[in-house]
């Protein structure tokens, strides 16, 4: 242990049990993740790439949901179209077709939902918001396909 100053200006010794947390780098899940998390931004003057926050800003989130929203307006075209003879190109996507809807729905929704969830988590490293820009955009295209197939289809 070691002599600090005390409040009141006097030197004392040091009441930390575990040593100091801020010497290591935030983890990408902790308790403050979640759930009462104050870290916007980098602890150390320039720290702002490559680590880890436990608050995310309101575009991302909104990213983050409309990527999420255009995920299950997939699914729904997808169902729609099948159901009007159509047919599903992805293997994968058709493996689970093969399951039963609700087996597609599930994995589908499941599976976006972690990917986003882990862009998110990790939006402040190099590539991250640019992946999750490309995905944003895949969907976008995905959906104006959609309904061009919709409009085809009525």
């Not at 030197?11 to 290591?24: L, Q, V």
């Not at 991302?60 to 190109?89: C, M, P």
Request: proline content about 3%; glycine content about 12%.
């Amino acid at each position: 242990m070691e002599d600090v100053m005390e409040p009141g200006g006097r030197a004392g010794i040091e009441k930390r049990e575990r040593g100091d947390r801020r010497k290591s780098p935030t983890p990408m899940l902790s308790r403050f993740t979640f759930f009462g998390g104050r870290r916007s931004h980098g602890r150390r003057e320039g720290e702002d790439i490559n680590i880890f926050v436990d608050r995310f800003g309101q575009s991302l989130f909104l990213v983050a949901t409309l990527v999420i929203l255009l995920n299950v307006l997939d699914a729904f075209f997808t169902l729609l179209f099948l159901g009007n003879g159509g047919r599903e190109l992805n293997p994968i996507a058709q493996f689970f077709l093969d399951l039963g809807p609700l087996a597609f729905l599930l994995v589908k929704t499941a599976g976006i939902g972690i990917c986003v969830a882990y862009l998110v988590l990790v939006n402040r490293f190099k590539g991250a918001k640019v992946g999750m820009g490309i995905v944003f955009v895949i969907y976008l295209a995905l959906l104006g396909w959609h309904f061009y197939l919709y409009g085809r289809l009525m």
